[in-house]
Nanobody
Framework: QLVESGGGLVQAGGSLKLSCVASRRTISGRAMGWFRQAPGKEREFVATINWNGAITDYRDSVKGRFTITRDNAENTLFLQMNSLKPEDTAVYYC???????????????????WGQGTQVTVSS
């Protein structure tokens, strides 16, 4: 089970840090990712991190503003979001792959477990 937190309402230019805590299963050794879904739109890839945190990837629109990290000891995934824009408004989901030693994955079908999402709203 994955549980996200840290969402909220923030003004444009502000920052938020999302967390995703895994229970029942360890995130250690698994690739993880963040996705988001805005109203009326499809869910889209935001960021991914490989099993040991050495490799990351981001969608172009968040590069340089968002940072994905992980703390395997705390079984937690993070997404630091800076310089937020109104177009970042969405429900943010974390996801985990089932296989160990996995590398980064940017597609939704590459993930086996999903959280329930946390709302991020950026006002202009």
């Amino acid at each position: 089970q994955l549980v996200e937190s840290g969402g909220g309402l923030v003004q444009a230019g502000g920052s938020l840090k999302l967390s995703c805590v895994a229970s029942r299963r360890t995130i250690s050794g698994r690739a993880m990712g963040w996705f988001r879904q805005a109203p009326g739109k499809e869910r889209e890839f935001v960021a991914t991190i490989n099993w040991n945190g050495a490799i990351t990837d981001y969608r172009d629109s968040v590069k340089g503003r968002f940072t994905i990290t992980r703390d395997n000891a705390e079984n937690t995934l993070f997404l630091q979001m800076n310089s937020l824009k109104p177009e970042d408004t969405a429900v943010y989901y974390c996801a985990a792959r089932n296989s160990f030693g996995s590398t980064i994955v940017t597609t939704q079908t590459g993930y086996d477990y999903w959280g329930q999402g946390t709302q991020v709203t950026v006002s202009s």
